[in-house]
């Protein structure tokens, strides 16, 4: 059983803090709560956060306590992740993932504050109902992208090679927001992904990445350049469904904002889209495959930056 107190230690939190990259003002609100918050209470749930299977459950079960903190609940649950991030830590090296890897996935962490931030103006975080998937091991970074061992379990999509069936292994492909989506750091990511699982996922035969976002809408073609990073990452993947209500799209492009006459018009892309959205458009979002061995794969045994 994980003991939550061989991990509930402020300077370790402190430390992690700082090589992930967490904002100073976070960081000051999230240290005291190790000496504030009891976490006893959330004994028997805490190791259900580092497993695949039981991540959901672990969150569910600790959302009470923590809700109970009021104003500072923020503050808790990333003393609590920050906590499961330490363990997570050990249980890497246990298993030789490089260190960096370790460290770029656990950075959501402090990603998910710099968002916050970004969309409501004011340091908090929301993120727990996601970030179970990095301190369980289902998601790691590898360079530019997210990487994800993913069962599908939609309708059958699509024909011949990139077809999807129910039922199949795919590595489903993150976009975090900070990526720099150059055409270099896009083939190294999937380079690298290729390399990382088969050296530690060897028994995930999955043959296709898979992703499911606002990025590969089919109407990003109008709206953006044809030199466009969006673009060139959308041109990888065979394009298999298009739901035009799906509406991601506007918190990562505007933030917290919903009425567009008031959408932000800070960059061309932002005032493409809002132009499109005022004129009756939805951007919506794509699912798009493509097969593996693309970009090749490099080496498992050679270090991955």
Not at 87 to 109: F, K, N, S, W, Y
Not at 144 to 161: C, K, N, Q, V
């Amino acid at each position: 059983m994980i003991d939550i107190l061989d991990y509930w230690d402020q300077d370790a939190a402190a430390q992690l803090c700082a090589v992930i990259g967490m904002p100073q003002e976070a960081t000051a609100a999230i240290l005291p709560e190790y000496g504030r918050f009891d976490p006893s209470g959330i004994a028997r749930a805490f190791p259900l956060l580092l497993d695949r299977a039981t991540g959901p459950m672990g969150v569910a079960a600790i959302e009470p306590a923590v809700a109970a903190t009021g104003a500072r609940a923020p503050w808790v649950w990333l003393a609590i992740l920050l906590a499961a991030a330490g363990r997570r830590e050990e249980l890497d090296r246990e298993r030789g993932i490089p260190e960096q890897v370790t460290l770029d996935t656990l950075a959501a962490l402090s990603r998910f504050v710099r968002d916050f931030y970004t969309q409501e103006g004011s340091w908090g975080f929301r993120g727990q109902g996601w970030i179970w998937r990095q301190l369980s091991g289902g998601i790691y970074r590898i360079g530019a992208l997210e990487f994800e061992r993913f069962r599908y379990h939609g309708p059958a999509l699509g024909e011949g090679d990139n077809a999807l069936t129910p039922g199949e292994k795919l590595l489903s492909v993150h976009i975090p927001g900070d990526a720099v989506l150059t055409e270099a750091a896009i083939a190294d990511a999937y380079a690298r992904a290729e390399g990382f699982f088969a050296r530690f996922a060897p028994d995930w035969d999955y043959q296709k990445f898979y992703c499911d976002s606002w990025m590969l809408s089919p109407r990003l073609n109008k709206l953006l350049r044809p030199a466009s990073r969006i673009l060139r990452f959308q041109r990888d993947y065979e394009i298999l469904e298009f739901n035009e209500e799906n509406c991601h799209y506007i918190r990562w492009i505007f933030g917290a904002q919903t009425d567009p006459a008031l959408f932000k018009e800070e960059t061309s892309l932002q005032r493409s889209v809002k132009a499109y959205v005022l004129a009756g458009g939805s951007v919506g979002a794509g699912v798009g495959v493509f097969a593996k061995g693309r970009y090749g794969l490099i080496d498992a045994d050679r270090p991955i930056q």
